[in-house]
């Protein structure tokens, strides 16, 4: 039984053009794969169909080999979102974050893994980029998931704070039996550290070993020999 | 203490508190939700129910708390698919809810004096009655947010991460806005339609300056109005006041002070 099993996926938001076609991903358990694809590629739209904020227009979607459509235990999924949209005074501690998602026990549990401790009483919004990624990890821990997606978890942070969260999903994944689905710009990072990797760009042009994927990357992005060549 | 031993002084300050404390926690979550202007909106609809209850010769306040209701639902419902904006919908009601109470000023005569009173309010002419229903309402308004207070909070700070720990979004945007309109109509009788949004936006707007935390906010929101409501009373005792004016003067100090203070500590 795969984790996540999407056969011949179709996704228009408008009915004309589509956003996905054809996509077919078979991700077993404990595996960190990454996506990559250029923007507008369907990466996001993946993973809001993947976790039932949108309804595919064909195609079938299973988690945990059950269809989405009859899909009920979210708890078994964490969800780390690309961007908030909240209110520039928005007053909330880490804390209290994380308490709206699950028990004190868990957000002992949570802090002391990823070593938020120290600003559990701080603001969220009063955070850095790299800690309040490291909270929205944490309320996707919360109910000890078995599936993590995370929509560019490292975008926008510092050399630091990416290699930080990047050691943390790889732990997760290899030490925690949890399967990983990250959608990132990085590629480097992504070749470096994920099990398998997605290029993704409306279908599936590639899914396999990060080694294999230098091509397909170079194809979809259309940066000729750059990969190869050593060029950003 | 020459003010309290009157007892429509008691009954108005008690009112005031209970429609302060109760339209300052749902400001909160209705400023932070992007849903301020619905206070505004709710209120002037609010206007046309009131119109309707003294047509029919019942009770304005049930009646425009039901009327409120269903017209903060029905923005709720159009607005929820996103076909129409949030905004253009209060904007709807809004100016709907005005357009009602004048057509019914205009068919009914004789009681524009009386409804024309609802405008301003008058905290200081709560009788018994209404201070029990504004006491029911209030304890309802309470207990909805000790029961949802977490899921609130969660809901304001993402609805997808909302959703996926099983949060119902559409039914609790909808008793949001019940709560809401619930308030809304309290606040009418505390301090009349064209400023019952204020007893909603400032204290909150205030709190949410100088809070450190969501629960800070909540109840820096509750003393703020408790603090203006006994303020306004006792200016508009003293010095024969409006006391809806007094009020809404009282919580505009106060947010004054608070944003002098973080604009000097920034």
Not at chain 1, 69 to 96: C, D, M
């Amino acid at each position: 039984m795969y984790v996540i099993e999407i056969e011949d996926l179709y996704f228009s938001y408008d009915g004309k053009v589509n956003v996905l076609e054809g996509v077919n991903l078979k991700i077993d358990k404990g595996e960190f794969v990454g996506i990559v694809g250029p923007n507008g590629a369907g990466k996001t739209t993946l993973f809001k169909i993947i976790l039932g904020f949108l309804k595919p227009t064909a195609g079938r979607v299973r988690l945990f080999g059950k269809d989405i459509r009859y899909f009920k235990e979210w708890h078994r999924i964490g969800y780390v979102p690309q961007r908030l949209s909240v209110e520039q005074n928005f007053p909330a501690t880490v804390e209290e974050l994380l308490r709206s998602v699950t028990t004190e026990e868990r957000i002992r549990e949570i802090a002391s893994y990823l070593h938020i401790d120290l600003f559990m009483n701080r603001q969220f919004l009063k955070l850095s980029g790299g800690q309040q990624q490291l909270v929205l990890l944490g309320m996707a821990l919360a109910s000890d998931p078995e599936l993590l997606l995370l929509d560019e978890p490292t975008a926008g942070l510092d050399l630091h704070s990416q290699m930080h969260i990047t050691e943390i999903l790889k732990d997760l994944s290899a030490n925690e039996g949890k399967t990983v689905v990250m959608i990132s710009h990085d590629i480097g990072m992504v070749m470096k550290n994920v099990d398998r990797v997605v290029c993704l760009n409306r279908y599936v042009c590639y899914f396999g070993d990060p080694e294999g994927a230098v091509e397909p990357i170079e194809d979809i992005f259309g940066i000729g020999r750059s990969l190869k060549d050593g060029a950003p | 203490m020459e003010l309290l031993s009157y007892d429509f002084v008691q009954r108005g300050i008690l009112t005031g508190l209970m429609v302060g404390v109760a339209s300052a926690i749902a400001g909160v979550f209705l400023i932070l939700r992007r849903m301020a202007f619905l206070g505004a909106g709710l209120s002037h609809a609010a206007f046309g129910g009131i119109a309707i209850s003294m047509l029919l010769g019942v009770d304005p306040f049930i009646l425009t708390a039901l009327f409120t209701l269903l017209v903060g639902n029905i923005v709720q419902l159009i607005t929820s698919n996103r076909r129409v904006p949030g905004d253009a919908a209060i904007a709807l009601v809004f100016s709907g809810g005005v357009a009602l109470a004048v057509l019914v000023l205009g068919v009914a005569k004789g009681f524009s004096e009386y409804l024309f009173g609802y405008l301003f309010g008058n905290i200081l002419m709560v009788t018994r009655s209404e201070l029990i229903l504004v006491s029911i309402s209030f304890f309802l308004v309470l207990l909805f947010f000790a029961i949802f207070y977490r899921k609130l909070v969660l809901l304001t700070f993402s609805e997808e991460i909302a959703k996926l720990r099983d949060v119902k979004i559409g039914l609790m945007n909808h008793m949001l806005v019940s709560v809401a309109s619930l308030v809304i109509v309290l606040s009418i009788k505390a301090v009349g339609i064209i400023l019952a949004s204020s007893m909603i936006v400032v204290p909150a707007l205030t709190a949410l300056l100088i809070a450190s935390s969501f629960r800070s906010a909540v109840v820096i929101a509750a003393v703020v109005s408790a603090f203006s409501v006994i303020l306004g009373i006792a200016l508009a005792f003293y010095y024969d006041l409006p006391p809806s004016g007094a009020i809404v003067g009282g919580m505009i100090a106060v947010f004054g002070a608070a944003f002098l203070k973080r604009v000097l500590s920034s």
